[in-house]
């Protein structure tokens, strides 16, 4: 979702979480996105038969302006990879291939206060991954993810601004769901 702010200020999901967060945007919020650091790790071996099981998605970022971040994965496989944010669809990349990763907007409690700028919001939604490419090719799966962000708007003329980048944000995600892996 694209709300409008200019391409300097916030970006992504960050903006839309923003937007909805001060009553801008009625359902924004971000999927899976994440900054751990960029580096890839194999995936974990398998056998040629089918693998199944509960795959987590474990995030957290600092930044409220990135567009490609860190995501660290464990269950079925484990591997460090890169998010690379779309408004309802993320591409993974790790080192042994990609997937897509289709997310709901989310919904759940939103705040911000005007006075000091501080915005909060725990939001839930599910999310479905397909589209697999490499050590991934014919993933399937789904879950439910949880984001909790916190923030600071920078002021500008002492007013909350949502044109410019945050001052602070936190924001950590975790999400489950099954896998298959043929």
Same mark, same amino acid.
């Given at each position: 979702?694209?709300?409008?702010?200019?391409? +300097?200020?916030?970006?992504?999901?960050?903006?839309?979480?923003?937007?909805?967060?001060?009553?801008?945007?009625?359902?924004?919020?971000?999927?899976?996105?994440?900054?751990?650091?960029?580096?890839?790790?194999?995936?974990?071996?398998?056998?040629?038969?089918?693998?199944?099981?509960?795959?987590?998605?474990?995030?957290?970022?600092?930044?409220?302006?990135?567009?490609?971040?860190?995501?660290?994965?464990?269950?079925?496989?484990?591997?460090?990879?890169?998010?690379?944010?779309?408004?309802?669809?993320?591409?993974?990349?790790?080192?042994?291939? +990609?997937?897509?990763? %289709?997310?709901?907007?989310?919904?759940?409690?939103?705040?911000?206060?005007? %006075?000091?700028?501080?915005?909060?919001?725990?939001?839930?939604?599910?999310?479905?991954?397909?589209?697999? +490419?490499?050590?991934? %090719?014919?993933?399937?799966?789904?879950? %439910?993810?949880?984001?909790?962000?916190?923030?600071?708007?920078?002021?500008?003329?002492?007013?909350?601004?949502?044109?410019?980048?945050?001052?602070?944000?936190?924001?950590?995600?975790?999400?489950?769901?099954?896998?298959?892996?043929?």
């Amino acid at each position: 979702m694209r709300t409008g702010f200019t391409r +300097t200020s916030f970006t992504g999901r960050k903006r839309a979480a923003f937007a909805a967060m001060t009553g801008a945007a009625a359902a924004a919020v971000v999927g899976l996105a994440v900054a751990v650091p960029a580096v890839a790790a194999p995936v974990a071996a398998r056998s040629a038969a089918a693998v199944s099981g509960t795959e987590h998605f474990q995030a957290m970022t600092t930044s409220g302006t990135a567009t490609t971040q860190g995501v660290i994965a464990y269950g079925v496989f484990t591997g460090a990879g890169i998010d690379h944010e779309g408004n309802t669809v993320d591409t993974f990349v790790f080192s042994g291939g +990609t997937f897509k990763v %289709k997310h709901s907007s989310g919904s759940g409690p939103e705040s911000f206060n005007q %006075k000091t700028c501080l915005l909060t919001g725990a939001i839930h939604g599910t999310y479905t991954v397909y589209g697999g +490419t490499g050590a991934y %090719k014919g993933i399937s799966g789904s879950g %439910k993810y949880t984001v909790t962000v916190l923030g600071i708007a920078a002021k500008s003329k002492g007013v909350c601004s949502m044109t410019v980048a945050p001052v602070a944000w936190q924001q950590e995600i975790a999400a489950s769901g099954p896998v298959k892996l043929p």
